[in-house]
C-alpha cells in the first residue's frame, strides 16, 4: 500500500512539474504579448496600432526586401493589410527573439492562402527586427 501511495505521490509530482515548465516565463510571456498584439492590430487593419508596436529605426527583412524605419514599413505595410488576415502560432521566446508561424488568410475569401514563418526581436516593448525566415503548408 505504501508503494502505491508512493508511486501516486511521485507521478502527481512529476505531473505537476512538467505543466509548470510549460508555461512561458514572465518575461516570454510579455514579448509572446508584444507580437499577438501586433497580429491584432493587423487583423483589425488598425495601421497605426500596428506601427506603434515598431521602434522609429526597426527593419523589417521579406520576399520584397528589407525595409528600414517606420516610413518605409508604413509603405510596405499600406499595401498588404488590406490583402490579407493573419492566424498565428507556435510561438517560441529565447531572449529578446520570438519565432512563430501565420496563416495568411486572404481577406477577400476567408481562405489560407500561404504559411509564413517569422522572427521578431523585441527591445523596451518595442518590435526592432521583423524577419521572414520560412514557408510552410497552412
Not at 509530482?13 to 504579448?33: F, K, N, R, W, Y
Not at 508584444?34 to 526597426?58: C, G, M
Not at 510596405?76 to 488590406?82: P, R, T, V
Not at 531572449?95 to 501565420?102: D, I, L, P
Request: charged share 25%; hydrophobic share 45%.
Amino acid at each position: 500500500m505504501k508503494t502505491l501511495f508512493r508511486l501516486t505521490l511521485l507521478i502527481a509530482l512529476l505531473l505537476s512539474v512538467s505543466a509548470c515548465g510549460s508555461q512561458p516565463s514572465e518575461h516570454d510571456a510579455a514579448l509572446i504579448a508584444v507580437v499577438e498584439n501586433s497580429i491584432a492590430a493587423w487583423n483589425a487593419e488598425d495601421l497605426d496600432a500596428v506601427l506603434a508596436l515598431y521602434a522609429d529605426d526597426a527593419v523589417v527583412a521579406n520576399k520584397l526586401g528589407t525595409f528600414e524605419g517606420k516610413e518605409k514599413i508604413r509603405s510596405l505595410f499600406e499595401s498588404a493589410i488590406d490583402e490579407f488576415s493573419q492566424d498565428c502560432r507556435n510561438y517560441k521566446a529565447n531572449g529578446n527573439t520570438v519565432s512563430y508561424e501565420c496563416a495568411l488568410i486572404g481577406r477577400d475569401d476567408g481562405k489560407a492562402y500561404a504559411g509564413e514563418k517569422y522572427e521578431l526581436v523585441i527591445e523596451n516593448g518595442l518590435i526592432v527586427s521583423d524577419k521572414f525566415i520560412g514557408n510552410f503548408t497552412p
